[in-house]
């Protein structure tokens, strides 16, 4: 019962190079993309383009979904022509979007009246980590769903990990989104305090990545940062809109995240002036707007 | 030219430790503590006692400082029987309390008058560190006086950086508790939102520290404050005396640092509770109280 | 030219007496509610019930809509037997509700091309205003209009301004829930710091209400919260609804709203512990929490 | 036993004015200033000028001091040739400075050792109060002392509250400076919420100024900072350090309060553009800072 006839709907910069994997690693592959072309190179690979997510899910045995927001995954999964429509019993969905986690419950649910098993499976990695196949995945759903897809999810992952039921993988990527925001500002205030007080903040990165204060995005995006090398990365944009599904998500529970609030009140600063687009460390600019150091 | 002959002051959590591995490098080692009976392991270990900071400093080439906060450095090096009484022109003072910049500049100054070389030098890396001579220590001030004084610092400290002038080294480590304290946030926000979502938060622990969000903190701490293992590490009330220093550095400068002023009022609930003796894990209990979890 | 037929749509808290006084002003009512018996005593005073929105708008010159949020305004005038379905060119309708301002424009444009006109004319001063005729109204849509709704807005309301373009009534009803949510903090931390310093708050109300740093919530809600009176007024609840309007709005236009966006996250802490429907004044029993005060 | 010879000790923008009128009301006044050329014009006006705090002390039954911070009351007051050095016992001091409470309660328990009554009155209202003597003035100290000094109070102030205990006065004064920060605030994001969603934001005043959400600030100081006039009034830098006193106090009681604290952050973004002493209304200006829409 190995998995060998895999979909793929969502072929963008994350998507395009998981699909591609999922070619190299052997799978017959069906794909579909809202914009047509984006599957071309893949249908040269030898992949099968299909008309519809319907017709993605009806060719596949497990079907990905990788697309941007809560609304395009309610749109290819459970919208006229959507994979609900061709999924056959039995079968997997698992969708690699970051969405609100109500979302993925909701896809969960009505995946599971038709028969069809479904994973959020939201990843972590970036465009670097799809491209090598190491990205880190974050799966909710059943345990007998989680084993069945993970040889497929070894074609595009490392670090694959069940955290949980239906919606448990979106719940820890906000996590992720939460302590990555807030470990940004870290590295932005540091910087920060450092430059107003003279200090050349290479240096300061070089001892503080060491210690405990150390963080991934310190020891990685401190440099660039420093440098004022703004390329993405991880865009602000995208940033922004997973700290908006962290603040609803937080809300439905009532938790408060008084931290988190405040890094997107900072992030708006940097859309406020057209910078959506740079990567996630050029809240280093917002900090430094704040002390009247540009403009 | 090597220094032989070194004293030390302040024989506390950290001092006494580090005072201990000098005496084991073969330094021949001249102490004093306000409350003396902290001395006498190390007098039993062959340290000479002396009767105040001058004489300590009299006896000494290198002469290190290791006390609480920005008023005691000043008592035992610019008071009254204080170093500046006893260091011979061409001596050595290196301070390792974590104190403001603005007070280590000035005693900079006021030994220089004297002939008298300093190095501010806080170091990072707790008990553990200090027992086994694995500190990271941030020197500020002249180069030479560091070259002199390097191998001595190498008896307690592995990460050991030249960072800049006089002051450099105490605004380097106020930058590694503005990282650090917005690290623990970080891991406080993402275990609370998990929490509150339902999903175990050791899972999104594993998943998260291995990826762009992970830090020293959630790393080594996260484990512990899920657990609720709040034994220091490093105190509440320390880390708060910490972020004073920080926040009135960064008024000198008029530096805006949003979320560390948000992490102060977030410890002050641990202190508000008479926490302050907790490890700075503390703060998902913070976190937890917010969300009105526990009383 | 004088209006006389008058409908009105959403009968809760503030509609029913709003429609009351429309009643009792001499205006042909007639009204629908999705709860029925809402409607009775207004039908016991003389006011038609109708059986749908569309009936209302279609028996009417001008209609009013006064429901809680966007998506309610959404399905009572553009769904389906909905006011759109039954207003007349050259007729008006007025939503007192508060929206996004989005949703205002949206529902503006979509009657403008049926040709009818609009006015959004979000309202304050709660169910005690609603009941004396007093409300605030803050109305948005084009000055025409307005002139011919104002002597219908006057059975209603006392302070009426003609703010700006549609739209433009819900932007200065959401800049109201801004000044009120951290006027509402001004007060409460007054309170915190003034109790824990050992200090009668009254007192300091008494001083501080009277100078430059008096409000109307420190004057009227002050010496509630001060008492523990937390009967609403304006509910918690309905308060973090607004606040959420007011976020979304500013994340439009990328305005950062770091206070606001605090303010939030406390009213959280109420939430989560089951008090959203107390009054606003509550929040100081948030900063007592902080303080670890309460439990 | 009615107090005829009255002193006045810190002759600024606003003891200047305060001294002048109890000239005015027939007080024998004897005057000392830092800067001596501030006594001149009371001199001419018929004050005797005295050549220290004591003597200015030894001359009086009550003796004002009125000075910037906690170290200079210290200073004229229990410093050498300091009040406390020529006042009788049973004379009053009365201290309009705002000070820390903590060194409120210093200055009391000191005078007291002498016999030497004394009230912490720190006064709000501004250098129009202190012309016009319509102050307010937050009275801390015993009943009975209070009582003695209130004929003489009467002659500079208008509001004239007893509020407490030693140091109840500078409370007080603290919690005045936070509800008007955090007012201040609230003025700024409404406005600043308004503009960006292109509404005229003196029609926003207009109404929000007349509702629940109304306040001093936004009614006197909402139009100025509207039509960008930004002539103190209250400077940037007196609202800082008075900020700075609040934070202090409320950590010794670690009494959190997340909106000062964010408060302080944001003037710093004015104080770093070398705008403390601007009115405090040019916090619109920070908030229009984070929106891109100045440099």
């Known amino acids: 019962m190995t998995i060998r006839r895999v979909g793929f709907i969502g072929l963008g910069i994350m998507g395009g190079p998981m699909a591609a994997n999922l ?58 022509g959507g994979v609900i429509d061709g999924a056959a019993p039995g079968s997997i969905v698992v969708d690699c979007s970051t969405i609100a986690p109500a979302t993925a419950r909701k896809v969960h649910a009505q995946l599971a009246e038709r028969g069809v098993a ?6 972590s990695g970036g465009d670097v980590g799809a491209k090598a196949g190491t990205l880190a995945i ?11 897809a993970l040889p497929v999810l070894r074609a595009i992952g ?38 107003r007080s003279g200090v050349d903040p290479a240096k300061m990165l070089e001892v503080v990545s060491a210690g405990a204060a150390g963080s991934w995005m310190l020891q990685h995006l401190g ?14 944009d995208l940033m922004q809109k997973d700290l908006g599904l962290v603040l609803d998500a937080a809300h439905e529970t009532h938790t408060p995240l008084p931290g988190s609030a405040l890094v997107r009140q900072l992030f708006e600063m940097l859309q406020a ?23």
């Open 158 to 195: 490392k670090t694959i990990v069940h955290v949980g039921p239906p919606g448990a993988g979106q719940v820890v990527k906000l996590c992720n989104q939460v302590a990555g925001g807030l470990n940004l500002l870290a590295m932005a205030e540091a910087i920060s305090l450092c430059r």
């Open 223 to 236: 440099p660039r940062a420093v440098a004022g090398d703004f390329a993405p990365g991880f865009m602000v």
């Open 23 to 80: 070619l190299a690693a052997g799978y017959e592959l069906t794909v579909w993309n809202r914009t047509a072309a984006k599957a071309e190179p893949l249908a040269a690979a030898g992949a099968r383009v299909a008309g519809s997510p319907a017709e993605v899910a009806a060719a596949s045995e497990l079907t990905f979904t990788c697309v941007t927001a809560s609304a395009d995954v309610e749109a290819v999964v459970l919208g006229p």
């Open 138 to 148: 974050m799966v909710g759903g059943d345990a007998e769903t989680f084993e069945r």
């Open 273 to 295: 002036r057209g910078r959506g687009r740079d990567g996630t460390q050029a809240i280093v600019e917002a900090l430094a707007l704040l002390a009247g150091e540009t403009g």
């Open 118 to 123: 479904a994973l959020d499976a939201p990843v």
